[in-house]
């Protein structure tokens, strides 16, 4: 079990507020005060210091929860091995290109293999995947777009190639276009935090652009919205080829390029730092 004064700096890093912290352990505010004043006596280093009222974690405290965090989510799957014999648990949390278009195989292997295993799939944007992993509540993530790596175990789990889809008939069908061609289209795009729209908009970067550079961008989460609104003409869009394989083979799409801006983006699988089951997952993952 994890001690509890390391508990308490991991929800004071959560709640950044002394007083919340305590309601959500049952505690005093003065034990709070006093286990994290135990924990700078121990390391010698301030983990927390204030912004006029505002509470901040020092450098050393952003180290610490990074450690931290590996420390508690491993104490608690060692516990459940340990404990009476229980079915397997396995949660993970894929965006939404890989939890729609790729990873299906891999779950029913596993629901197969693991007729009594206690399973959740989550799927959603990367951002938000990385804060539940963060949060203990995901065992690993498969994600893609781009993220901070260094706070992570990563590992690469598989490139796809990234381009651009109008309808049949358009313009752009077949072609390579340049970034001024694309201003006078609408764009349909997914939403800030999604690894789609980070790769798109990291291209327009590496040619001084970005979004507020094209006059008519609308934002859509939902995929089969986006592919249908470009089937139907309304606007063009860039996604990952598993996403359209589909649709172009059925010709109900086409693929167009950007004219020297190749982009392609990575999946990975991603566990917290020192993750003692990560080996065994990546494995299950090849």
Same mark, same amino acid.
């Given at each position: 079990m994890l001690d509890p004064r390391w508990n308490t700096f991991l929800v004071l890093c959560e709640t950044m507020n002394y007083t919340r912290a305590a309601e959500r352990l049952c505690l005093t505010q003065p034990a709070v005060t006093h286990h994290i004043h135990y924990l700078e006596d121990h390391y010698g280093c301030r983990l927390f210091s204030y912004e006029g009222k505002v509470l901040r974690l020092t450098e050393a405290g952003?180290? $610490?929860?990074?450690?931290?965090? #590996?420390?508690?989510?491993?104490?608690?799957?060692?516990?459940?091995?340990? +404990?009476?014999p229980k079915p397997l648990s396995l949660r993970i949390g894929a965006s939404k290109t890989?939890? %729609?278009?790729?990873?299906?195989?891999?779950?029913e292997r596993f629901l197969r293999d693991y007729p009594e295993a206690s399973f959740s799939l989550s799927v959603d944007?990367?951002?938000? &995947?990385?804060? +539940?992993? %963060?949060?203990?509540k995901l065992d690993f993530v498969l994600v893609e777009g781009f993220f901070e790596g260094s706070r992570y175990e990563t590992t690469?789990?598989?490139?796809?190639?990234?381009? *651009?889809?109008?309808?049949?008939?358009?313009?752009? =069908?077949?072609?390579?276009?340049s970034l001024t061609e694309l201003e006078s289209e609408r764009i349909l795009i997914r939403e800030p935090g999604? *690894?789609?729209?980070? @790769?798109?908009?990291?291209?327009?970067?590496?040619?001084?652009?970005?979004?507020?550079?094209?006059?008519?961008?609308?934002?859509? #989460?939902?995929?089969?919205?986006?592919?249908s609104l470009v089937a139907d003409g309304l606007g063009v869009?860039?996604?990952? =080829?598993?996403?359209? #394989?589909?649709? $172009?083979?059925?010709?109900? &799409?086409?693929?167009?390029? &950007?004219?020297?801006?190749?982009?392609?983006? =990575?999946?990975?699988?991603?566990?917290?730092?020192?993750?003692?089951?990560?080996?065994?997952? @990546?494995?299950? +993952?090849?």
């Amino acid at each position: 079990m994890l001690d509890p004064r390391w508990n308490t700096f991991l929800v004071l890093c959560e709640t950044m507020n002394y007083t919340r912290a305590a309601e959500r352990l049952c505690l005093t505010q003065p034990a709070v005060t006093h286990h994290i004043h135990y924990l700078e006596d121990h390391y010698g280093c301030r983990l927390f210091s204030y912004e006029g009222k505002v509470l901040r974690l020092t450098e050393a405290g952003v180290k $610490l929860r990074e450690y931290t965090r #590996s420390l508690a989510y491993n104490s608690r799957k060692v516990e459940e091995s340990m +404990m009476a014999p229980k079915p397997l648990s396995l949660r993970i949390g894929a965006s939404k290109t890989i939890g %729609e278009f790729v990873v299906a195989p891999k779950v029913e292997r596993f629901l197969r293999d693991y007729p009594e295993a206690s399973f959740s799939l989550s799927v959603d944007n990367t951002q938000v &995947l990385l804060r +539940m992993l %963060e949060a203990g509540k995901l065992d690993f993530v498969l994600v893609e777009g781009f993220f901070e790596g260094s706070r992570y175990e990563t590992t690469l789990y598989r490139k796809e190639e990234f381009f *651009g889809i109008c309808p049949p008939g358009h313009r752009f =069908a077949g072609r390579a276009i340049s970034l001024t061609e694309l201003e006078s289209e609408r764009i349909l795009i997914r939403e800030p935090g999604s *690894g789609t729209r980070a @790769i798109f908009e990291e291209a327009l970067r590496r040619e001084n652009r970005t979004l507020k550079s094209y006059p008519n961008v609308a934002t859509i #989460s939902d995929f089969s919205t986006i592919k249908s609104l470009v089937a139907d003409g309304l606007g063009v869009s860039f996604l990952y =080829a598993p996403a359209v #394989s589909g649709e $172009l083979e059925r010709g109900e &799409l086409v693929r167009f390029d &950007l004219a020297g801006l190749p982009m392609s983006g =990575a999946f990975s699988f991603v566990c917290l730092k020192d993750n003692l089951f990560a080996a065994d997952w @990546i494995a299950w +993952m090849q």
